[in-house]
Structure formats: C-alpha cells, structure tokens
C-alpha cells in the first residue's frame, strides 16, 4: 500500500539502517539499545509477519510514549524515531 518501493512492514535491514541514522543524530548506544529491545519481538518474527508493521510501530512508540520512566528517550528523540521509522513504511 502507498508508495513505490514502500512495504507494508520495516525490515530488520531498515530498522539497522534506521538505527545508524539516530546514531548519526546523537542517540547513545542506550538509548539505541533501549530502542532495539522495544521492537526485538516484531522484527524476531518469521515468515510473513516478520519485520515491524504500521500496527506494531505505534504500539511501540505508545509504549515509549506513556512509559518514559522505563528508557532514557526524551520527547524529541522519540518524535525523531517515529519520524525515521515512517519513512520505511
């Protein structure tokens, strides 16, 4: 659905390619850790259900969002993740 080249779930290959653009950003290696761990489950997933999808991208950031004593992001470098990771889908 959508664009070209756009799938309806963010590879583990893009969510790596994700991951090194919010380094380049200034994430912390925590902070990027902190981030791998929210969506290990969706992108350990096999076969078609592999990768994160729309559902599971706001279900994680929600999750960020409204548990901010359990990670180190602040509201900006979450609204920065949200808006690399839409860019995968």
Known sequence: MGFF???ERISREEFKR???KLRA???????VDEI???FRGDLEE??????ISK???????R???????NHHLSSEEIEKLEEILRHYL
């Open 55 to 61: 559902e599971e991208l706001k279900k994680g950031l």
């Open 5 to 7: 080249g756009s799938s």
């Open 18 to 20: 994700a991951l090194f």
């Open 36 to 38: 791998e761990n929210t």
């Open 25 to 31: 950003k200034g994430f912390s290696n925590l902070e």
């Open 46 to 51: 096999s076969g078609e259900s592999a990768g």
């Open 63 to 69: 999750y960020l969002k409204e548990h901010k004593g």
